[in-house]
Each structure stands twice: as structure tokens, then as C-alpha cells.
Nanobody, 127 residues
Framework: QVQLVESGGGVVQAGGSLRLSCKAS????????VGWLRQAPGKEREFVSA???????????YYADTVEGRFTIDADIAKKTIYLQMSSLKPEDTAVYYC?????????????????WGQGTQVTVSS
């Protein structure tokens, strides 16, 4: 079973940047997708960004409209680590950020489709 551990969260002023990391460990099969999702207080968990791989190991990146152009997802496969570079942060980006993986083909924007989740890391953006 794969385990996911997020890090890099913290408190930052509006307009600032943070880089989140998600390291995978344990036995794991090939992933179809790795995603970042977030949950703000009193709100449902929502999609932020994801990477998917096809049968040729070509990757595709996806972003929520609310973060497009500000956030960048990438992966270091050798290190089994996924990153989320967040720039131009806004107070509405405040949330617990989770990474999650799926071993099957799925709709990356649907949180319930992911198979394994990390414990989350808090991001707080002050105005």
C-alpha cells in the first residue's frame, strides 16, 4: 500500500509563494493520476491540480480555473515526489491541501475518485 506525506505548508502574506511537496512511499502500482486537492473551513474538498500519465508515460497537467496561471504542478519520478508551486497567493487559497493518487483511469476533478490520500498540510494566506 502506498503512503503519501505532504509538506511545505505554512503562513504567507497575500501575493507570496509556497511550494508544497508530496512524497510517496511503500509498495505502489503504476499511478494513473496524482492530484492536489484542498478543503477550506466549512467547504467541501475541491480539485486544485493533477498530473496524469498515459501508456507511453507522457504526462498531462490539469488545473482548476481558480488557480490556473498561478499554480504549477510537477513531478520528480526518481524521488517519488510531486510538487505544487503556488504563486500570487490569495486569502481565498487558505485551506488544508491534500495530495492523492489514483491507480485507475478517472475524472481528476472528482475528489471521490482518488484511491489514496495524504494527511494534508495547512496553507494560510493572510491579507
Amino acid at each position: 500500500q502506498v503512503q503519501l506525506v505532504e509538506s511545505g505548508g505554512g503562513v504567507v502574506q497575500a501575493g507570496g509563494s509556497l511550494r508544497l511537496s508530496c512524497k510517496a512511499s511503500g509498495r505502489s502500482s503504476r499511478f494513473y493520476a496524482v492530484g492536489w486537492l484542498r478543503q477550506a473551513p466549512g467547504k467541501e474538498r475541491e480539485f486544485v491540480s493533477a498530473l496524469t500519465w498515459d501508456s507511453r508515460n507522457d504526462s498531462s497537467a490539469y488545473y482548476a480555473d481558480t488557480v490556473e496561471g498561478r499554480f504549477t504542478i510537477d513531478a520528480d519520478i526518481a524521488k517519488k515526489t510531486i510538487y505544487l508551486q503556488m504563486s500570487s497567493l490569495k486569502p481565498e487559497d487558505t485551506a488544508v491541501y491534500y495530495c492523492a493518487v489514483s491507480m485507475h483511469i478517472m475524472l481528476v476533478t472528482t475528489p471521490t475518485e482518488y484511491d489514496v490520500w495524504g494527511q494534508g498540510t495547512q496553507v494560510t494566506v493572510s491579507s
